[in-house]
């Protein structure tokens, strides 16, 4: 009589770790997010580009952190149109270059990114961090470096 459930141990174990990757990418992702605009109405697209931001000690090119990000161009022009109108992040003219616009984070977005990660650490703790032991999280870390550094286009 069938259960109900799909018998995952036919499918070759490439299949089972890409798919693995992709659920568990998908769920972690949706709690996160969720938590974050419940907590702080910040979606993580703006979360991600205030923690590569919240790294940097001086002003950084838009188009370096839109490299950085997992945002398009497009995206992460209007996460920063967003940020500013929070007040969250400034736009400056690159020194170098007036074409270019450098960005930092304000003082508040700081404070806020500060609290949102908090969060965000509480959140994944009890499906992520506190699941998994520093020998499984640095594997996991060596297999993202390995496939970023492969990646294609």
């Not at 109405?41 to 580009?49: C, D, G, R, T, Y």
């Not at 992460?76 to 930092?104: F, G, K, Y």
Request: hydrophobic residues 45%; aromatic residues 6%; charged residues 25%.
């Amino acid at each position: 009589m069938p259960t109900g459930k799909l018998n995952q141990r036919e499918l070759p174990v490439a299949d089972r770790a890409f798919y693995g990757l992709v659920w568990a990418g998908t769920v972690l992702t949706e709690r996160v997010g969720q938590a974050l605009t419940k907590a702080h109405q910040l979606p993580l697209s703006w979360f991600e580009v205030m923690l590569w931001l919240s790294q940097q000690d001086e002003p950084v090119s838009a188009s370096a952190l839109g490299n950085s990000t997992m945002l398009s161009r497009s995206q992460v022009s209007r996460v920063l149109d967003a940020l500013q109108a929070r007040e969250l992040v400034t736009r400056s003219p690159a020194p170098h270059d007036a074409r270019s616009v450098q960005v930092a984070l304000t003082p508040a977005g700081r404070e806020l990114f500060a609290e949102a990660d908090a969060t965000r650490r509480a959140c994944l703790a009890p499906v992520f961090t506190d699941v998994l032991d520093e020998a499984d999280l640095r594997a996991l870390d060596t297999i993202w470096q390995k496939l970023k550094k492969h990646r294609q286009g």
